[in-house]
């Protein structure tokens, strides 16, 4: 149930992203139409290369291409809390920071999620075991089931909120990686390039935070009992 209810939460979340119009250099970027794209790295190259030549209207256009990316995975990761928009926007100005020492060692995307997931482990750090607060009610009420029974949405939710208020007491970077194996489906290697870590660091990250989650949905079913 924990993989499917924090995957199924994810999901409806992307999709609520796609809705969103999220400002950013430039123009207001239509979020439905701004997306990062496995295939993208020819384009990064280009925009790249514009950027460091001191073209202005590449940076928005790297932005467009990633932000959405960006936003989805920092509501995986921290879930639906007010700062996502401020950590998104943290994100690439560290980007823009870094571009002119960029020299393709990495795509594009690589980089922009390096940075994603540093940020967001720093603001779980920041926060260390104190509840976040969720501001968007969708992010239960969607997964409940509009269509099921009353009773039912009740105790999903309960369930999912339990579920964000174990994963908060976990230590950042196994609740990273433990995130971006069960929700992201990625392996240990793609993982250990985004955290900098070893896949073997990464799969005992994994292993452990899977471990400490599921003792602490134990303890509190134990205490509802």
């Known amino acids: 149930m924990t993989a499917r209810a924090i995957a199924a939460a994810s999901a409806r979340a992307n999709r609520r992203a796609s809705d969103r119009t999220i400002e950013g250099p430039g123009d207001e970027v239509p979020a439905g139409e701004a997306q990062c794209e496995p295939d993208g790295g020819a384009a990064d190259v280009v925009l790249i290369a514009r950027h460091q030549a001191g073209d202005p209207e590449a940076f ?23 700062e996502r928009e401020d950590i998104v926007q943290d994100v690439f100005l560290a980007l823009h920071r870094a571009l002119p020492r960029f020299r393709g060692d990495a795509q594009l995307t690589t980089l922009v999620h390096r940075i994603a997931i540093n940020r967001a482990y720093e603001h779980l750090r920041r926060q260390s075991r104190r509840p976040a607060r969720l501001v968007d009610g969708w992010f239960f009420d969607d997964v409940a089931g509009v269509h099921s029974s ?35 489906g990625l392996s240990f290697e793609d993982i250990a390039k985004l955290v900098d870590a070893t896949p073997e660091a990464v799969a005992k ?10 003792a602490l949905l134990a303890r509190a079913e134990r205490r509802r009992a």
């Open 150 to 184: 009353p009773e039912h949405q009740s105790a999903a939710r309960e369930d999912l909120a339990r579920v964000a208020s174990c994963l908060a007491r976990i230590k950042p970077k196994k609740r990273i990686a433990l995130l971006l194996r069960v929700v992201d």
């Open 205 to 214: 990250r994994v292993q452990h935070g899977q471990r400490e989650l599921d």
């Open 60 to 82: 928005p256009a790297i932005y467009r291409n990633h932000v959405v990316a960006v936003y989805r995975r920092l509501t995986r990761i921290l879930g639906p809390i007010a």
